[in-house]
Every structure is written in C-alpha cells, then in structure tokens.
C-alpha cells in the first residue's frame, strides 16, 4: 500500500519563502515519480512541478524561476522550495506518485491523470 504524506504548509506574506515536503511509503524498490500539483476553488487541479528523470524536474510557467523541486537518492521525498511568493500561489498543494518502473516523460510529468497515488494535501496561503 503506497502513502504519500505533505508537509509544511501554512500562511506567507507576500514575498516571503515557504518550503513543503512530499514523503512516498510503500513497496516500489525503484521509488516514485514525484509531482506537485496546486488546487483552488475557481481552477482545476494545475500541475507545479514534477520530477520526470533523475533529479530533473519541470515547472508550470507561473513558478518558473521561483520554485525549486528536489528529490532524495531513493527518489520517495521531495522538496518544494517556494521563493517570492505571490498571492496567486495560494491554494492546497498536492503531493502525486507514481511508480518508477512506469512510463512517464516529461511531457507528462505535470499531467495529474499520469499519477496513481496522492496524499490529502498541505494549504498554503499567500496575504497581499
């Protein structure tokens, strides 16, 4: 049985940074592909950062150049560093997992029908 587990959400200003962590429990010997996605009441669920091959990951436009997604060796934790936050990136953050020993790329890698496994999510809110 796969669980994924979210950390470190909570209430920023503006500006500030704000560090979230994605733990993956379960079977695969190969770990997990890794993904954050971002869920608010007016959008559909948006993908922010996901890890496709290795350690390398791909960013949704939005958060280019201000977010920052690591994973460990094992490939079952990641970290999502949030600098200079912004109101809009508000919303709940969702950890998705995928095995490794599946097909993913990185086309895909921000497609959340691509992942079978996510956690309940961390809520990170962004004041003006």
């Known amino acids: 049985q796969v669980q994924v587990v979210e950390s470190g959400g909570g209430s920023v200003q503006a500006g500030e940074s704000r560090r979230l962590s994605c733990t993956v429990s379960?079977?695969?010997?190969?770990?997990?592909?890794i993904a954050w996605f971002r869920q608010t009441p007016e959008k559909k669920r948006e993908g922010v950062a996901g890890?496709?091959?290795?350690?390398?990951?791909v960013y949704d436009d939005s958060v280019k150049d201000r977010f920052t997604m690591d994973i460990n060796d094992e490939r079952t934790t990641a970290t999502l560093r949030m600098n200079r936050l912004k109101p809009e990136d508000t919303g709940m953050y969702i950890c998705?997992?995928?095995?490794?020993?599946?097909?993913?790329?990185?086309?895909?890698?921000?497609?959340?029908?691509?992942?079978?496994?996510w956690g309940q999510g961390t809520q990170v809110t962004v004041s003006p």
């Open positions: 890890n496709y091959i290795g350690s390398s990951a």
């Open positions: 379960g079977p695969s010997k190969g770990g997990y592909y």
């Open positions: 998705a997992a995928l095995e490794r020993a599946e097909s993913l790329g990185w086309r895909n890698a921000l497609a959340a029908a691509m992942y079978k496994y």
